[in-house]
């Protein structure tokens, strides 16, 4: 039935469409070819075909809830061993789902947020401490190393009153190195025919057991000092209310089990696409002198030099938060995700679908095509962004989040960290590119700039 929807020219039998893949950077892969075949395409490896939809268009029809809903494959559905039916790997009619999105929905909240706001500056101002001693040393800071630590120290301790030590660390935490072979080992598997993997992943398979009882281990520990420190004693953060709320009509609580599946699935979620984000949006702030000057005027004017910005004052950054949503338009740190059809249907008027089967939309092409973002929509400029712009744009066009009843839980959490640390990092140095970097996208189901460092100058309160 997907006869219309045009595949790579040199179709192998059995194979398929491998000529040429790249099998470390899927996604990039993908916008090649669907720069060559366009709004929707399909891709076939070892008898497995998916379907990619990069159109803003079709992109829209998928984005309607009473045609299409979340669907739990590829790279989410491997996540399935570790995440299990945690929020973000749950099928749609698991009943945990539903239990668990009511318990922890109240955790961001405005009210929530603003608890968070004063831990999330203090981890700022920790990286801050760090890249200031990079920058006496006059040592290049390691961008996307640096936000990891940012962000992963970020959600423990908002969501879980737990320190990692990034910042004291050399080396990344190992929560983190075992979280990365995970990612990994979960995009691999979409590239080995089901069958042949015992036997061509058995090494990675094998270290990928091990990752996973790393961070089983290490959030039962999380979750033990919180039990036996107590009642409430954090303060009604995400760990509390998984381990003490009631749902609010059904009286259920989360089971042991659960509460482990949802902290890892915090932990991993919560921070590994922020950290990305930033990194992206420093990587344009730094190639993009004027925008930087902007931005950087912007913080003056609506902070002063007021040393802890308020839960307030970051949502006037209108200017930063431009920067922000620009680069997450470039470079969706998830940058696709799964939806399939709740009943037959057809999609663009022409390809019949039949109910349950799904199609992958592309954000990352769908944040480039030429019919929403104009001829030039390769290049990076947040003024796309103006209150007038986005007004103008059709709905569904710009996608970082996901969609529906299954869209990300945590954007005003990432969103709101973001936008302050740009603000404290812009206001308190220069950021000078390296001459030499080229971006580099390296994936592992999420994307992040591989490389990735700057030379810090300082200005304000350190000049
Ligand atoms: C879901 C992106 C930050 C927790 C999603 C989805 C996307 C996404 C695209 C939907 C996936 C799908 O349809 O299969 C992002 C990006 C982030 C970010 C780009 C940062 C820039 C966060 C943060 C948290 C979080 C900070 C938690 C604190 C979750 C959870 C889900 C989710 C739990 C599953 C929600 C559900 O299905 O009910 N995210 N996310 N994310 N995200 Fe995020």
């Given at each position: 039935e997907l006869h219309r929807i045009p595949h790579p020219p040199h179709r192998l039998p059995?194979?398929?469409?491998?000529?040429?893949?790249?099998l470390r950077s899927p996604v990039q892969d993908s916008m090649r070819i669907g720069r060559e075949l366009g709004p929707v395409f399909r891709r076939k490896a070892f008898g497995k075909e998916i379907v990619f939809v990069g159109g803003a268009d079709l992109a829209a029809e998928m984005a309607d809830e009473s045609r299409f809903a979340k669907h739990v494959g590829l790279g989410v559905a491997n996540l399935r061993p570790i995440a299990g039916d945690g929020l973000f790997t749950a099928?749609?009619?698991?009943p945990n789902w539903q239990l668990a999105h009511d318990v922890l929905a109240p955790g961001f909240s405005r009210e929530a947020m603003e608890g968070y706001h004063p831990m999330m500056l203090d981890v700022a101002e920790r990286l801050m401490d760090s890249w200031d001693r990079e920058r006496t040393a006059g040592r290049a800071v390691n961008v996307p190393r640096d936000m990891t630590r940012l962000t992963l120290e970020t959600i423990a301790r908002t969501?879980?009153?737990?320190?990692?030590?990034s910042f004291e660390r050399?080396?990344?935490h190992p929560f983190v190195t075992a979280m990365v072979g995970t990612l990994s080992y979960a995009q691999r598997r979409n590239q080995v025919p089901e069958p042949l993997a015992p036997l061509l992943l058995r090494r990675a398979a094998r270290l990928n057991e091990a990752d996973m009882a790393y961070l089983n281990r290490t959030v039962d520990e999380v979750v033990e000092a919180r039990r036996s420190s107590g009642k409430g004693d954090g303060n009604g953060d995400l760990l509390d209310r998984m381990l003490e709320t009631a749902h609010p009509e059904t009286g259920e609580r989360l089971s042991p089990e659960n509460v482990r599946r949802q902290v890892i699935t915090f932990l991993v979620a919560g921070h590994e696409t922020t950290s990305g984000a930033l990194s992206f949006a420093l990587h344009y702030l730094s190639r993009h002198p004027d925008v930087a000057t902007r931005a950087r005027a912007e913080v003056d004017r609506v902070w002063?030099?007021?040393p802890r910005p308020g839960y307030e004052q970051v949502a006037r950054l209108r200017y930063v938060r431009r920067v922000l949503d620009e680069s997450l338009r470039l470079w969706?740190?998830?940058?696709a995700f799964a939806r399939e059809a709740r009943e037959d249907t057809v999609l663009g008027g022409v390809h019949p679908l039949r109910r349950g089967a799904w199609a992958l939309v592309l954000t990352v092409m769908l944040h480039r095509d030429p019919a929403v973002?104009?001829?030039?929509?390769?290049r990076f400029d947040p003024?796309?962004?103006d209150a007038k712009a986005v007004r103008a744009r059709p709905a569904h066009t710009f996608k970082p989040f996901g969609?529906?009843?299954?869209?990300?839980?945590g954007r005003q959490f990432a969103l709101h960290e973001a936008t302050l640390v740009l603000g404290l990092l812009l206001r308190r140095y220069e950021l000078r590119p390296d001459p030499e970097y080229q971006l580099r996208v390296a994936e592992r189901l999420t994307l992040m700039p591989e490389g990735l460092t700057l030379h810090l100058d300082s200005r304000g309160p350190l000049s």
């Open positions: 059995v194979l398929g469409d491998v000529l040429g893949a790249r099928y749609n009619d698991e969501g879980f009153g737990h320190d990692f030590g050399a080396r990344p002063g030099d007021t969706p740190t998830a940058p973002w104009g001829a030039d929509a390769e003024d796309r962004f969609t529906g009843a299954r869209a990300c839980i």
